[in-house]
Every structure is written in structure tokens, then in C-alpha cells.
């Protein structure tokens, strides 16, 4: 397992944008998938975004297709996640995540065996 924090959480109006890092230790953070998801108050943690170990492919939510970027850096042993056009719908603590099957990236949270404690993203209307 690695271990991951999340930064770069923070309030934001509807339109504008924020981005996400997530800071890698531990185990070699290259052999991970690497992932971001989200848990809004009251609903279950959903997918948002995932990245193979080399950096790519990539894979989103549909909800955030075309305006979510997932990247990583590992070198720097980090995971990144630009928002752009952000919505009041995208409000939620956003988590990191990472995983160290062997199987690429996915959306099922099961796949995932190292979390971040999160970091809140609050779009106002």
C-alpha cells in the first residue's frame, strides 16, 4: 500500500475551476492505478477519474467527461485531477485513491486498496 493526501480543495463558483493533487509515499507509487473519486453528504463515494501506472489511458465519469483532467507525475509521485467548468452538482470530498492489482484502471471502488482522507470541494450557484 502507499499512502496518499489529498490538497488543493476549496470553495469555488459555479463556472470557475480548482485543482486537486494527491501526494504519493511508500511502495513505488508507478506500479499503482491511480483514481479519484468523490462522496457528496447523504449519497455513496462514486467514480470520478482513473489513470493506468504509465499515465495513460485515461478514464472518466460521464458526469465529468470533457471537463475533469485526470494526470500524473512519477517522478514526483503525484496524481492530479484538473476541474474545469465546475457545478454546483461537483460539491463533495474529493478522494484519492490507488491500487495495486495488476488489472487496469477501473471505476469499482473494490479495485482500490490505499485512500487519502480527502479534501472538500464546495461549488456555490
Known amino acids: 500500500q502507499v499512502q496518499l493526501v489529498e490538497s488543493g480543495g476549496g470553495l469555488v463558483q459555479a463556472g470557475g475551476s480548482l485543482r486537486l493533487s494527491c501526494a504519493a509515499s511508500g511502495r513505488a507509487f508507478s506500479s499503482h492505478a491511480a483514481a479519484w473519486f468523490r462522496q457528496a453528504p447523504g449519497k455513496e463515494r462514486e467514480f470520478v477519474a482513473a489513470i493506468s501506472r504509465a499515465g495513460g489511458p485515461t478514464y472518466y465519469a460521464d458526469s465529468v467527461q470533457g471537463r475533469f483532467t485526470i494526470s500524473r507525475d512519477n517522478a514526483k509521485n503525484t496524481v492530479s485531477l484538473q476541474m474545469n467548468s465546475l457545478k454546483p452538482e461537483d460539491t463533495a470530498v474529493y478522494y484519492c485513491?490507488?491500487?495495486?492489482?495488476?488489472?487496469?484502471?477501473?471505476?469499482?471502488?473494490?479495485?482500490?486498496?490505499?485512500w487519502g482522507q480527502g479534501t472538500q470541494v464546495t461549488v456555490s450557484s
Open positions: 485513491a490507488a491500487s495495486s492489482g495488476t488489472r487496469p484502471p477501473t471505476f469499482d471502488i473494490r479495485e482500490y486498496d490505499s
